[in-house]
């Protein structure tokens, strides 16, 4: 089984910035990708970034310029800079690691955190 922790969340007021976290533990042997994604109240979950274990980037368009998603493949740690806040991007904030392996025999899955509430209000 894995965990995924996400730390990093708060209050912060717009313009602000803040960095999120997410360690993977477990007994883990590989991950293909780590991603983190926000759901607002009523809406959706949507992708934000991901990050593949070889530094490929992809990121939302309401995000590109602002965030930044980065990765530590040793420790299995995925950390998201978030600058420029502004009230819409309000949202409890998932991490998610994509393909993920216990062993060299077992098959891949996914795995979600339980979410960080950040909050971006004067």
């Known amino acids: 089984q894995v965990q995924l922790v996400e730390s990093g969340g708060g209050l912060v007021q717009p313009g602000g910035s803040l960095r999120l976290s997410c360690a993977a533990s477990?007994?883990?042997?590989?991950?293909?990708?780590m991603g983190w994604y926000r759901q607002a109240p009523g809406k959706q979950r949507d992708l934000v970034a991901e990050?593949?274990?070889?530094?490929?980037?992809n990121y939302a368009d309401f995000v590109k310029g602002r965030f930044t998603i980065s990765r530590d493949n040793a420790k299995n740690t995925v950390y998201l800079q978030m600058n420029s806040l502004n009230p819409e991007d309000t949202a409890v904030y998932y991490c998610?690691?994509?393909?993920?392996?216990?062993?060299?025999?077992?098959?891949?899955?996914?795995?979600w955190g339980q979410g960080t509430q950040v909050t971006v209000s004067s």
């Open positions: 998610k690691s994509d393909g993920t392996r216990t062993s060299v025999l077992t098959r891949k899955a996914a795995y």
């Open positions: 477990g007994r883990i042997f590989s991950i293909d990708a």
């Open positions: 990050i593949t274990s070889g530094g490929s980037t």
